[in-house]
């Protein structure tokens, strides 16, 4: 079972470039999210998916765009990278109770 | 109000020894309080988790003791081993309509047990 499965695991962008991070689960979960993890600050959520076609903003969303086409798959857009955006991204999805998150991308924006 | 508070930031604790991490919340609509165990490298898994209609759950080492009128949970384990150095993460969240499932997480707690 592949679970949450994140590409790619490492990238390095230079200031104003863009990126899709994807993520896909076989899981056949509704909810669906992605979170950011910065040092001692544990993990900020920037946008959810509570089902395909519908997504909405999290805690943190500036700077970030996402679309949800199916249950699968949820990508995540950075438009004009910034340094703030340097971080560790995980994907997540949960059937509603719980959450079960990918390894994650380590990006730097420099 | 959605803030989720986490103590102590880092922790070291004899192998054998017991592990205490405690959390604490505001929004009393929080009805879902996971921990979260992450090794270096590696994405947050699921390590227990509890309601708040009960006041303790036990799995192996591991315990959560929950108390809802002081709004405090913590977690236990018990006789430490060195393969429990990780972060450990404290979560609440809330379920029905649009805030299904939705995490807010604690800071965060690095534990080093010491053989």
């Known amino acids: 079972n592949a679970g949450v499965t994140q590409t790619p695991k490492f990238r390095i962008l230079k200031i104003g470039q863009s990126m899709t991070l994807q993520c896909t689960q076989d899981?056949?979960?509704?909810?669906m999210y992605w979170y950011r993890q910065d040092p001692g600050m544990g993990l900020k959520l920037i946008y959810y998916?509570?089902?395909?076609?519908?997504?909405d903003k999290g805690e943190v969303p500036n700077g970030y765009n996402v679309s949800r086409s199916t249950t699968e798959d949820f990508p995540l857009r950075l438009e004009l990278a910034a340094p703030s955006q340097t971080s560790v991204y995980f994907c997540a999805s949960s059937p509603g109770w719980g959450a079960f998150f990918g390894q994650g991308t380590r990006l730097t924006v420099v | 109000q959605q803030q989720v508070k986490q103590s102590p930031q880092s922790l070291i604790v004899q192998k054998g020894g017991i592990s205490i991490i405690n959390c604490a919340y505001e929004?009393?609509?929080?009805?879902?309080f996971p921990w979260y165990q992450q090794f270096p490298g590696k994405g947050p898994a699921l390590l227990i988790a509890?309601?708040?209609?009960?006041s303790e759950k036990k799995e192996g080492r591991f315990t959560i003791s929950f108390n809802k009128s002081a709004k405090q949970f913590s977690l236990h384990i018990m006789d430490s081993q060195p393969g429990d150095s990780a972060t450990y993460f404290c979560?609440?969240?809330?379920?029905?309509?649009?805030?299904?499932?939705?995490?807010?997480f604690g800071q965060g707690t690095t534990l080093q047990v010491k053989p």
């Open positions: 899981m056949n979960h509704n909810y």
């Open positions: 979560a609440a969240s809330i379920h029905g309509s649009s805030n299904t499932g939705k995490l807010i």
């Open positions: 929004n009393t609509a929080f009805d879902y």
């Open positions: 998916s509570v089902g395909a076609g519908i997504t």
């Open positions: 509890i309601r708040p209609d009960v």
